[in-house]
């Protein structure tokens, strides 16, 4: 767990900056919603809708079921956002939160428009932490010309624990997989309401980054979420990471419960939030100890298999897809390690770490990244890991979706020059890590951008929003973007310095060799 605290404390700058909408309201918006009118505020060029329950606090006989139906009501102030899902520091998250009422959305919308496209957002932060309240979609939405809406979901225990117990009650033969569920109950508000907000229902795009991303996998690999969205943007969540299988997650659940004394499922729903948060994880993620959705249980759960095998067997939404990851995505990670241990990466820590992770293939991949060819062992360790996990990831999924017949779109973000709030690495530079690309993305507060930096985000934005509207990123003013193919294994580079193709991904990420040792 002390790399997700390390990793938070320095993504913290990124995640709250997007709390402040900063502009002097013009007037107060009124949209009605199927539990009645909603207030928010109309901007200049955008208006907001903050703090808007899309389904039941899930607490009390609710914890650990799937999301219900708010009660109406007579009027709503959409200008404050709603509680942040329980997570604590000491799991990794800036916050403290304990409040289990906590599934809410927001909505920015231009200023005007209707029959609009939607871009619906699902925050990352390793299933632990985050808040779709820490996204400011303002910018987005102008730019964009979309609808954007922002979501929390259940995370941790709360959203992924699985139990035999609560498997034993679920009618749909599962457990742990809670979030999931939240998030697609928040797509079903959309398909109802987002019309009145002046989005089309018929033309929703999912999005997410890191946990988000692999949100987005698994809202690909549901059958139950069919036609409830029509394109779909990974960033930094490969659907080869984040999957425990429901047998493994139960006994492991199980394993967990019983350190808190119970067995059953009234004792773990009379536990305190506090109590849940703070007994540890016992899951292994790609990041260390942690929590994930459970995959299985009967044909109508929201992941009954995971993502690779749902595309293998081709049981996937064949919907158009843009996907991609960051040049230096590991470099946060080690940057975390070597922050709580308080020196750098050593040699021996790179060999130990690659056995643990690559096992009988640990030479193998050692050989492909020898320490020689870098400056540190902490650089060759974080391209290592990175093209293994995340990077060459992305172009597995891709290959995995094409075989399927879908459309994709798959982009390298390799912009170098915008450094984390928060994040002083001595060690080594951070350059394009992971999350980065949140930054001009949604021109996050706090953050100085140059004029090219923000010429690179305005046609991010474009690239986005065109891709939201029609399946394909082009767009007038926009460098080409080709589709992405196993015959041009094409690559959209994003940096300040040149957006444009590049063909040496696989050769640069060594993708082949982790494809052939399963990765």
């Known amino acids: 767990m002390k790399i997700l605290r390390s990793i ?13 909408l900063g502009a002097s309201a013009q007037q107060t918006s009124v949209v009605n919603t199927s539990k009645g009118p909603v207030s928010g505020k109309a901007y200049a060029t955008y208006r907001a809708y903050i ?5 039941a606090a899930p607490v009390g006989s609710l914890r650990w079921k799937p999301p219900t139906e708010h009660a109406s009501w007579k009027s709503l102030s959409a200008v404050l956002a709603g509680p942040v899902c329980p997570q604590t520091q000491a799991t990794g998250s800036p916050v403290n939160s304990y ?7 927001n909505v920015h919308a231009p200023a005007s428009g209707t029959n609009l496209p939607v871009m619906f957002f699902i925050h990352g932060g390793a299933f632990v932490q985050g808040a779709g309240s820490w996204y400011d979609g303002r910018y987005l939405a102008d730019k964009a010309k979309a609808v954007v809406v922002m979501i929390n979901y259940r995370l941790g225990p709360l959203g992924f624990l699985a139990h035999p117990a609560l498997t034993a009650e679920s009618s749909d033969q599962a457990s742990g997989q809670y979030g999931l569920q939240d998030q697609q109950f928040a797509l079903k508000w959309v398909r109802t309401n987002i019309a009145n907000f002046g989005g089309n229902p018929n033309n929703v795009t999912i999005f997410g980054e890191s946990a988000g991303g692999v949100s987005v996998c698994a809202l690909l690999a549901s059958p139950a979420t069919a036609g409830l969205f029509h394109k779909a943007i990974i960033e930094s969540g490969a659907c080869n990471l984040g999957w425990s299988t429901l047998p493994v997650a139960q006994s492991r659940g199980a394993d967990w419960a019983s350190k808190l004394g119970c067995s059953t499922a009234a004792c773990l729903r ?10 540890p994880a016992n899951v292994d993620t790609v990041i260390g100890a942690g929590w994930l959705p459970a995959a299985g249980g009967a044909a109508n759960a929201v992941l009954p298999m995971k993502p690779l095998d749902a595309f293998a067997a081709g049981t996937l939404n064949k919907v158009p897809v843009l996907n991609g990851s960051n040049l230096h995505e590991w470099r946060l990670f080690d940057a975390g390690t070597e922050t709580a241990q308080r020196h750098a990466l050593t040699a021996a820590q790179y060999v ?31 391209a290592m890991v990175g093209d293994a996990s995340f990077i060459c990831g992305a172009r597995h999924t891709n290959r995995a979706l094409l075989a399927n017949g879908v459309t994709v779109y798959a982009y390298e973000f390799s912009e170098p020059g915008i450094a984390l709030n928060g994040v002083a690495s001595p060690y080594m530079p951070l350059l394009a890590t992971h999350a980065t690309e949140l930054i001009p993305l949604w021109r996050l507060a706090g953050y100085t951008l140059t004029s090219a930096q923000l010429a690179m985000s305005d046609k991010m934005m474009q690239y986005w929003g065109n891709f939201a509207a029609t399946g394909n990123p082009n767009g007038a003013g926009l460098p080409t973007w080709p589709a992405h193919t196993a015959q041009n294994d094409a690559f959209q580079n994003i940096s300040a310095a040149m957006i444009g193709q590049i063909t040496s991904f696989n050769q640069a990420h060594q993708c082949d060799f982790w494809e052939s040792i399963g990765y």
Not at 51 to 55: E, F, K, L, N, V
Not at 270 to 279: D, K
Not at 352 to 375: E, H, I, T
């Open 99 to 105: 409040n289990e009422d906590c599934l809410y959305l």
């Open 51 to 55: 703090g808007i329950p899309y389904a």
């Open 8 to 20: 938070a404390k320095v993504l913290a700058g990124i995640w709250l900056c997007g709390a402040v």
């Open 352 to 382: 130990s770490d690659a056995n643990a992770r690559f096992g009988s293939n640990a030479q193998a991949a050692m050989d492909r990244y020898p320490l020689a060819s870098y400056a540190a062992p902490d650089l060759a360790h974080s």
């Open 270 to 279: 009379a536990a305190g939030v506090s109590r849940l948060l703070a007994n």
